[in-house]
């Protein structure tokens, strides 16, 4: 096994150095062994578990490598250490050792793949230092499948339950049976765990590839239910639409879609991949990256539907009035719930409450530049994510496979939103954000030209000048004065 990664590790060199000092013993255990068992490049962040005090080590290595120390657990005796280098954060986690040795702490663990530690000492004095693994977890990483160490520990803490799905996901692992029935019993825990770790897990496993299938393994578990009673009874509600899908089939393959669409960027709107790849992988808030708010909203877009269907006996199919209202309300409770920040529910919010704006956009003859500058006057840059999410919602609503290129044989109006939005982007990235940073004219000055009093016929001269400006038909103070003076705001 190639143990030489760690030896070249600044970071292991400064834990043995200081674990040398203060006379401590330390294993490496967790995700830094599975990647390395697993031949992944080496993780950027390290557990170690600490057989003697763990604070003092822990602020020792904090000074040596230039970082900050504080306590992350105190009733299990963990410390955090963050090192910062530009934009790169690494994690160093510190806890005491629990029970009376090794092995009893890696038993008490989450799961065999993360139960095997390695001596921090042998890693630099034995050529092949040996792998700790009561629980046989070498083995369940050779077999790709994930299993728990026992049932106990999924209740001590259920949040493992949810994790088990993010690990399964993320890693391609298929859960041990005995493990899915231990979730299944137990999942009514896992409401026991505060928001703040639910969301945290959520949303790390939304922001990786597969989201669509670890949404679906907690679907099969129970547990999507029990963290959301809103997709209770999405099983059985039908769409609307002849394709008849089931509003939590179209969800879930929403979702798919989204991943689908946004690892082909290249190919659908090449002018604007290298922005559009930047754009979803920024951090709306600490620990959620826009693509995973992206598909968090791709899951959550119709959560209206139930509490609006009308479904008359002369009609075809139901009708959803206003759903995107309701959704909207449902929406923001649960990010509410979830402790999002103010940012990511109010992106979830507009999101969900112009989810059918594009489709509206789809059946005129031409969008013109007004509906274009509306459309971001209004959204901001989350116009953006709002394109992908009907792209995802209209590819999803198809009876068929994804498949590439999207081509004129696929029914429906996907090729239409599609064109829809390479426009809305065009007019994004080559008008919307090249306009002025400062309007040619103020409040006041369009006041004292027009002789108008502050108020509603203001806001829509301004509105109007600031859209002329945009486009570029405007340039000047007196092209500004000139375009007001001939403007006609009842148009």
Do not use: C
């Not at 006379?23 to 995700?31: A, Q, R, T």
């Not at 306590?71 to 299990?76: A, G, M, R, T, V």
């Not at 509206?360 to 971001?376: D, I, Q």
């Not at 092209?479 to 006609?488: G, M, V």
């Amino acid at each position: 096994m190639e143990t030489s990664l760690l030896k070249r590790s600044k970071i292991l060199q400064a834990v043995q150095r200081l674990s040398i000092k203060s006379g401590e013993k330390i294993y490496l255990v967790g995700g830094a062994i599975r990647d390395l068992l697993l031949g992944k490049p080496l993780s950027k962040d390290f557990d170690f578990v600490v057989k003697g005090e763990v604070s003092g080590l822990a602020a020792a290595v904090a000074e040596e490598m230039g970082g900050h120390a504080f306590p992350l657990d105190e009733s299990f005796g963990t410390w955090r250490v963050i090192l910062k280098k530009g934009k790169r954060r690494t994690e160093l986690d510190f806890s005491l050792l629990q029970g009376k040795d090794i092995f009893d702490d890696l038993r008490q663990r989450d799961f065999t793949i993360n139960s095997i530690a390695l001596n921090v000492e042998e890693i630099f004095n034995r050529e092949t230092p040996d792998f700790i693994d009561p629980l046989n977890g070498v083995s369940d990483l050779q077999k790709r499948t994930l299993r728990a160490n026992s049932e106990e520990s999924l209740r001590q803490d259920p949040l493992r339950m949810l994790r088990a799905f993010r690990f399964s996901s993320t890693l391609g692992f298929s859960v041990d049976d005995e493990t899915l029935r231990m979730i299944q019993r137990n999942k009514d825990l896992i409401l026991r765990s505060a928001w703040e770790r639910i969301r945290s897990e959520f949303f790390t496993a939304l922001s990786e590839n597969r989201a669509g299938h670890f949404l679906r393994q907690l679907n099969e578990a129970g547990l999507l239910g029990e963290v959301f009673p809103e997709v209770q009874g999405w099983k059985d509600l039908i769409r609307g639409i002849p394709n008849n899908y089931s509003l939590l089939e179209h969800a879930l393959r929403t979702v798919d879609a989204g991943e689908f669409i946004l690892a082909r960027l290249e190919e659908l709107y090449p002018p604007f991949a290298q922005a559009l790849n930047h754009h979803f992988s920024q951090e709306v808030e600490e620990g959620i990256s826009r693509k995973a708010i992206f598909k968090f909203v791709s899951f959550f877009h119709d959560s209206g539907k139930p509490g609006t269907m009308l479904w008359k006996p002369e009609d075809p199919f139901p009708r959803f009035l206003d759903h995107d209202q309701e959704g909207q309300r449902i929406n923001t409770a649960i990010g509410r719930r979830m402790k999002l920040s103010r940012r990511s529910i109010r992106i979830v919010s507009d999101l969900t409450r112009h989810h059918m704006r594009i489709h509206s956009l789809s059946r005129v003859k031409e969008v013109t530049p007004r509906a274009k500058y509306r459309f971001f006057h209004d959204l901001g840059k989350e116009g953006i994510d709002l394109v992908f999410l009907v792209l995802s919602s209209t590819l999803a609503s198809e009876r068929l496979e994804f498949r590439w290129p999207l081509s004129s044989d696929q029914p429906g109006d996907l090729l239409k939103i599609k064109d829809i939005g390479g426009e809305i982007l065009q007019y994004y990235y080559k008008e919307f954000t090249q306009r002025p940073q400062k309007p040619l004219l103020d409040g006041k000055e369009v006041m004292e030209v027009l002789r108008i009093p502050q108020g509603k016929a203001l806001g829509t001269f301004l509105e109007r000048l600031r859209e002329a400006e945009i486009s570029g038909k405007v340039q000047t103070r007196e092209e500004a004065l000139k375009f007001l003076k001939n403007i006609d705001i009842s148009a």
